[in-house]
């Protein structure tokens, strides 16, 4: 994959989301169930920002403070990325080490899917997979040219 490629062709689109709205109770119950470590919450489609689930769990798991919901959970303002980022932009973003996750969101907004740091990384690796393995056909025509 080049670096010039767009994210949108590694993002993960099959992901848990919750609404703004949903109680700490519901978010309690999808991190029991779901190894997720990050919970994007969208106001219908809308990305408003990501609940961690070892945030959430440090600061909320004892809360008996059932008014609160998803949006007043939100761990921390998100780097969003548009569909047309590349990945070597995204790699910047992560080499950061801040963020495992990224959020990507169209022109209005929405939430279309999400990148993870181990999506990118998984690209980049067949990226260089396949130079190698053209390097060793290029290498078996040089040999067996000289085999003769």
Not at 32 to 49: A, I, K, M, S, Y
Not at 133 to 143: C, E, F, G, T, W
């Amino acid at each position: 994959m080049k670096r010039t490629t767009p994210v949108s062709s590694v993002l993960t689109t099959n992901c848990t989301i919750i609404e703004a709205q949903a109680d700490i109770q519901t978010i309690r119950e999808i991190f029991d169930h779901f190894p997720n470590r990050f919970l994007p919450v969208v106001n219908n489609l809308q990305f408003v920002g990501v609940i961690l689930r070892e945030e959430f769990l440090q600061k909320f798991i004892l809360s008996q403070d059932f008014h609160l919901c998803a949006k007043d959970l939100i761990s921390k303002e998100m780097v969003k990325l548009a569909p047309h980022n590349t990945l070597e932009e995204a790699k910047e973003i992560f080499d950061t080490k801040v963020f495992d996750v990224l959020p990507v969101t169209d022109d209005d907004g929405d939430l279309m899917g999400i990148l993870l740091r181990d999506n990118l990384e998984a690209a980049y690796k067949n990226t260089s997979l396949g130079k190698v393995q053209k390097a060793a056909v290029n290498l078996r025509r040089i040999m067996s040219f000289f085999s003769f």
